[in-house]
Each structure stands twice: as structure tokens, then as C-alpha cells.
């Protein structure tokens, strides 16, 4: 299944082709005059990712943390009945560190990834994306004209038994594990790589969020270390365009928020992540070479019902 993280990369990847096919056919002919204004790509989605209204998805200021869950005395949250999810007893504290929250969240997301139960997972994605740089004389229209089935908003439904997603869909299945981010792997945050964390009651649940700290990649050096542990990421150097070789990426990662939203049991209701991202790549085709520049952000919310 394919994460918003190589959705957005692959979207990079795209504009690099794009540009260079443009470049190949008008290689003959005189180059048209380039726009130099940056033209916003035109989708339904919302220009701002939809975020929870009492708690914003940019902030940058800590919540007060008032909340904490009972744990073991080896840090993880104690698994119910059906040996899937953690239960818990809310209780005040005025000592939990940021780790020991981090801790919570980490052991829960994991706890989701491996339930073996039944639940349905909803899932909402929003991509939103500009291009800030083209290199291709003209080719920045033909390049947004292309962009138009990646970006905008995507709903999907799963129905999870057994450790197997079914889209509602098409019937289509998968591992749930791979379905929540990182696919493949354990969900994980290194302390190294928090900006801030925050935890507070919010009704009869928890809020917890966290707030990675920046970060920047390289083609050689593509994956971001804090951000890879707890999100997907493309490595470009393995992509296959066939005659089009990317022979240089870069990308920004202004720092991602994560929201995780915790029932009275300790369980995972909701997962939310916001990744504001920017990027350049260059590709090559025999003499020919493009570089196309992106900016926009990646908005991924999972609603699980029991």
C-alpha cells in the first residue's frame, strides 16, 4: 500500500519525468517563454490540511500535560483480554516526562499495528502541492496539468479482522500493520528528534502530540532519521524510470506533528499526521537534464472503531 510520504516523493519523481519528456519533445523547436510566476497547482483540497479544532496541527506551543496512563513497570501499557490493545487507568502526575509520554504513544501505535481482533480503520488523506521551480522552458503547465490525478483529498475505508485490512472498496487486501505508518516495521520515535511533546485530557480520552524536529535529506542520504522512524520515505536512488536516471534529490522536512488520541482502555481511536515537506530534484535523459522544485504537505488521519 502505498504511504502519503512515497506518494509525495513519487509525485517529485513525476514533475523530474515530465519535464524532461516536455524537454525531448520541443528540443527541436525554439523554447517557449517560461511563466515566472510560481502557479499554485488547482485541486479540490483544502489549501490548509484539515486539522482537530482544539488543537491545531501547527502549534508551537506544549500543551500542559495533565494526563498520564498507568503503565508496566517496564514502561509499556498492559494488554487487555484479547492480547491486541493496551488498557489503562487515567490518573494525575505531575512527574511524567516527555520519554514516558512518548513511551505511551509508541507502545499503543504498536499495539494497533499487531491487533489481531476486529475493527474498522477510516482512513482521510490530503495532498496539497505547488511547484516552485521548473526548469524547462513551458514546461511548468504541462507539469501541473500532470500533477492533477496525484494531489487532492483520498477516503478509504477498511474492514480489519485478523491482522488483514480488506478495502470496503474493491476488496483489496493487505497486512493492517503496513497500513499504519511505517509500513513494514515497528512505529517509532527516537527522543533525539522531538521538538515537544504534550498530553491533556480531551473528554473521556486523551490527546497526545508530538512535534518532530526538522529535518533534511540528500539523494545519496534519503532517509530522514527521526522522521523514517515513525513515517514512510522513498529512497529515489532505487526508482526505475527507465531511460530518465534522478541524479539528485533534496528535500525539506520542516518537522512533522503527530496526534495520537487515546480511549479510556488505552487504545488508539484516531491517529493524525502533518508533514509540511519541500524538495528538488534533477533528472537526466542521455544530454538532456531537468530540475523541478515542489513545496506543499501531506495530511493522514486513521479513525479506528472497536
Known amino acids: 500500500m502505498k504511504s502519503s510520504l512515497k506518494t509525495m516523493i513519487g509525485i517529485l519523481v513525476v514533475m523530474v519525468a515530465v519535464a524532461l519528456i516536455v524537454a525531448f519533445i520541443s528540443v527541436k523547436q525554439p523554447p517557449v517563454p517560461e511563466n515566472t510566476t510560481t ?5 479540490d483540497a483544502p489549501t490548509e490540511a484539515p486539522v482537530p479544532t482544539d488543537t491545531p496541527v501547527n502549534t508551537t506551543n506544549p500543551l500542559p500535560s495533565e494526563v498520564i496512563l498507568t503503565t508496566a513497570p517496564d514502561g509499556t501499557i498492559a494488554p487487555t483480554a484479547n492480547g491486541n490493545q493496551p488498557t489503562s487507568t487515567p ?3 505531575a512527574q511524567e516526562s516527555d520519554a514516558d509520554i512518548v513511551a505511551q504513544a509508541v507502545s499503543a501505535i504498536n499495539a494497533l499495528k499487531k491487533n489481531t481482533g476486529t475493527l474498522k480503520a477510516n482512513k482521510d488523506q490530503v495532498i496539497d502541492v505547488q511547484i516552485t521551480e521548473c526548469s524547462i522552458p513551458g514546461a511548468r503547465g504541462i507539469v501541473n496539468s500532470a500533477l492533477q490525478n ?3 483529498t483520498t477516503n478509504k475505508t477498511y474492514n480489519v479482522s485478523n491482522g488483514t485490512a480488506v478495502d470496503a472498496e474493491n476488496n483489496e ?7 499504519i505508518p511505517p509500513s513494514n516495521k515497528d512505529f517509532g520515535i527516537d527522543m533525539n528528534g522531538v521538538a515537544s511533546v504534550s ?3 480531551n ?6 502530540v508530538i512535534k518532530l524536529k526538522p529535518e533534511s535529506t540528500t539523494f545519496t542520504a534519503p532517509a530522514p532519521t527521526y522522521h523514517a522512524q515513525a513515517m514512510d520515505y522513498l529512497d529515489l536512488t532505487t526508482v526505475d524510470l527507465g531511460p530518465i536516471k534522478i541524479t539528485d ?3 525539506d522536512y520542516a518537522g512533522a506533528t503527530i496526534e495520537i488520541t487515546l480511549d479510556s482502555q488505552g487504545r488508539v481511536i484516531k491517529y493524525h499526521e502533518n508533514m509540511p515537506i519541500k524538495g528538488d530534484g534533477t533528472g537526466s535523459a542521455g544530454i538532456l537534464s531537468a530540475k523541478v522544485g515542489l513545496e506543499g504537505y501531506l495530511d493522514e488521519t486513521w479513525t479506528i472503531t472497536y
Do not use: R, Y
Open 150 to 152: 496525484l494531489v487532492g
Open 91 to 93: 490518573t494525575t502526575s
Open 173 to 179: 487486501q493487505s497486512k493492517f500493520s503496513d497500513c
Open 249 to 251: 534529490a533534496n528535500m
Open 203 to 208: 473528554g473521556g480520552n486523551m490527546l497526545i
Open 39 to 43: 502557479e499554485p497547482i488547482v485541486t
Open 199 to 201: 498530553k491533556t485530557a
